[in-house]
C-alpha cells in the first residue's frame, strides 16, 4: 500500500481518536498521530492552534496543520553524541539527507527557537550534522545517518564513501548549511555550534569553491552514472561541458540533482555570492578569524563581478536578464527549474530585490511560454522542471513565486492554486499534473509542505485578507 493510501485509510480508522476540537467534519485527519510523530515542539503546536483559530479558511486551516510540522513530525532524528546535539534529516520518501533539503526543511522553525529550548537544541543539531557532512566530502549532495554505504548509487563513477548515499556536485549544497548557520545565530544569538569543527567545515567550503572555478584544472571531482536518464550524468568524462575560466564557480549538478548543460549555473553562483559574505560576518564576528572573514568576502565579490558580466544577457522579447546556465564563452539557457535556488526564488535568497530591473524581466521571462518549463493546464499555471515529467507543475516554484511577488493578485492566485492541487491528500507534492492534481509526483515531500507552511504563516502574519474567500 503506498504512503497515500496509508495515512488516508489510517486516519479515516482512528478518526474520532485524533479529531482536534476546531476540525471541521469535512476533512479527515491525515497527519501523523501524537504517538507516531518523531519529535513535538510546544512552539509549534501553539503556532498551529493559533493559526486554526484565526485563519477564516477551513481547508487552509486544515492544509497549514498537516504542512508546516511535517518535518518535525516524520522526518528528524534527534538524538545526542558527544555531548552535542544531532539531528539527522531525510527529506521524506528517501532515507538520506540532502544538505539542500534539511536546511529548507528546518528554516521557517527558527523564528520560533527562542520559544521552545528543545526546538533549539534539534535545529543545533541540524547545523552539527551539516558540519559533519561537509567534512566527510563537500562535493556530496547526500548521506546516510551511518557509514552504511548506498544502495542505490554504489556504482556510480567517482569517489563514493560509505558514509554518502549519493555525490553529485552541486553549490547550493554548500550554500544552504552557511544559510541555516547564519540565520540560527542571528535568530538566537548563540554560537555554541560555530566550533572548531565548524570553521574547518566553512574553510573546506571555500577550497571546494575556488577548486571549481576551474582557473588552473578541472579540479579534482568528476561524476559518470549509468542511467537511461541523460541529465543524471555530466558529459566529457563527467567533467561537465567546457567553461571558460571567468570568475564563477562551476557545478556539475542543479538543486534538482539533475546535470547542468552550461556549468555555470547562475541563481547558485548568486547564492554563493550571498552565502560567503555571511560567512564573512560570521568568521569575524564569531571566530574572530580575519584571513577567513576576508578571504570570504573576496570570493564574493569575485563571483559577483563575474556575474555583472557574465550572467546578464539579452532577450529578443524580455531585454536584459539573467540567464539560467552560462559557461563564459557567451552560450546561455533561457529557462528556469522550479527547485531553489532558482531564477525566480533569487530575492527569497537575498540575490537581488524584487523591483530590480533585471530580475523584473527576467521574471516575466520565467512566467511565460518563453521558459520551456512554465505549464499552463486546468488545474493551476507555474513553473515545473526536466526532473519530472512534462506538464508536471512544481509546488515549491508555486510557493516561491508567492514569496517573491509585489502584486496581491497573484499571491492569491498562487495559494489558491495550492489550495486546490493536493489532490486530496491533505500535503503538496514534488509536482502535480497542470490537468489533474491527482497525478503528482512525491506523495511525502517535507521541503514542499514545510514551505508551503511558511507562505501561509506569513501571509497570515502581514496580508491576512489575501487568505479570505480562495
Wanted: hydrophobic share 40%; glycine share 4%; proline share 6%.
Amino acid at each position: 500500500m503506498n504512503r497515500r493510501k496509508f495515512i488516508q485509510n489510517s486516519a479515516l480508522a482512528t478518526l474520532g481518536a485524533y479529531f482536534y476540537e476546531f476540525m471541521p467534519v469535512d476533512f479527515p485527519v491525515v497527519r501523523v498521530p501524537r504517538s507516531k510523530r518523531k519529535f513535538s515542539s510546544i512552539a509549534v503546536e501553539k503556532l498551529i492552534s493559533d493559526m486554526k483559530a484565526n485563519l477564516r479558511d477551513t481547508e487552509l486551516a486544515w492544509l497549514f496543520e498537516n504542512c508546516f510540522p511535517n518535518t518535525l513530525d516524520t522526518t528528524v532524528d534527534f538524538t545526542v553524541r558527544n555531548n552535542k546535539p544531532d539531528t539527522f534529516v531525510i527529506t521524506g520518501d528517501i532515507h538520506a539527507m540532502w544538505l539542500r533539503d534539511s536546511t529548507a526543511q528546518v528554516m521557517p522553525y527558527l523564528a520560533l527557537a527562542k520559544q521552545d529550548p528543545q526546538l533549539k537544541k534539534l535545529l543545533a543539531g541540524v547545523i552539527y550534522r551539516q558540519t559533519k557532512c561537509i567534512l566527510i566530502d563537500p562535493y556530496a549532495n547526500a548521506f546516510n545517518k551511518e557509514a552504511t554505504g548506498s544502495k542505490d548509487f554504489k556504482d556510480d563513477i567517482t569517489q563514493m564513501k560509505p558514509e554518502l548515499h549519493e555525490r553529485k556536485w552541486e553549490i547550493d549544497s554548500l550554500c544552504y548549511p552557511i544559510r541555516l548557520s547564519y540565520n540560527y545565530w542571528k535568530q538566537t544569538k548563540d554560537s555554541m555550534p560555530f566550533d572548531a569543527n565548524w570553521a574547518k567545515a566553512m574553510r573546506l567550503v571555500i577550497t571546494t569553491f575556488r577548486e571549481q572555478q576551474r582557473k588552473e584544472s578541472k579540479g579534482p571531482y568528476s561524476f559518470m552514472r549509468s542511467s537511461p536518464r541523460s541529465i543524471d550524468t555530466p558529459p566529457l568524462d563527467g567533467y561537465g561541458f567546457p567553461i571558460k575560466p571567468v570568475g564563477l564557480i562551476a557545478s556539475m549538478f542543479r538543486p534538482s540533482d539533475d546535470a547542468t548543460v552550461f556549468p555555470f549555473l547562475v541563481p547558485s553562483n548568486f547564492f554563493a555570492v550571498v552565502s560567503l559574505r555571511q560567512l564573512s560576518e560570521m568568521a569575524s564576528d564569531i571566530l574572530k578569524d580575519k584571513e577567513l572573514s576576508l578571504e570570504a568576502l573576496g570570493l564574493a565579490a569575485e563571483v559577483d563581478a563575474a556575474l555583472k558580466r557574465y550572467a546578464i544577457v539579452e532577450h529578443p522579447v524580455f531585454g536584459k536578464v539573467y540567464a539560467y546556465e552560462v559557461d563564459g564563452f557567451g552560450n546561455r539557457m533561457y529557462m528556469d527549474d522550479a527547485n531553489a535556488p532558482s531564477l525566480l526564488s533569487m530575492p527569497y535568497f537575498g540575490s537581488c530585490k524584487v523591483d530590480d530591473p533585471i530580475y523584473v524581466n527576467t521574471r516575466n521571462m520565467i512566467l511565460s511560454d518563453s521558459n520551456p518549463y512554465y505549464y499552463k493546464g486546468f488545474a493551476g499555471k507555474g513553473v515545473g522542471a526536466p526532473h519530472t515529467p512534462e506538464h508536471y507543475i512544481w509546488h515549491i516554484g508555486l510557493v516561491m513565486q508567492a514569496l517573491t511577488s509585489v502584486d496581491d493578485a497573484e499571491i492569491r492566485e498562487c495559494i489558491s492554486i495550492l489550495k486546490t492541487t493536493h489532490g486530496g491528500t491533505g500535503f503538496m507534492h514534488e509536482s502535480f499534473h497542470k490537468d489533474d492534481p491527482k497525478k503528482f509526483t512525491r506523495s511525502w515531500f517535507a521541503w514542499a509542505n514545510t514551505l508551503f507552511g511558511e507562505l501561509i504563516w506569513k501571509m497570515q502574519r502581514e496580508k491576512p485578507q489575501l487568505l479570505v474567500g480562495i
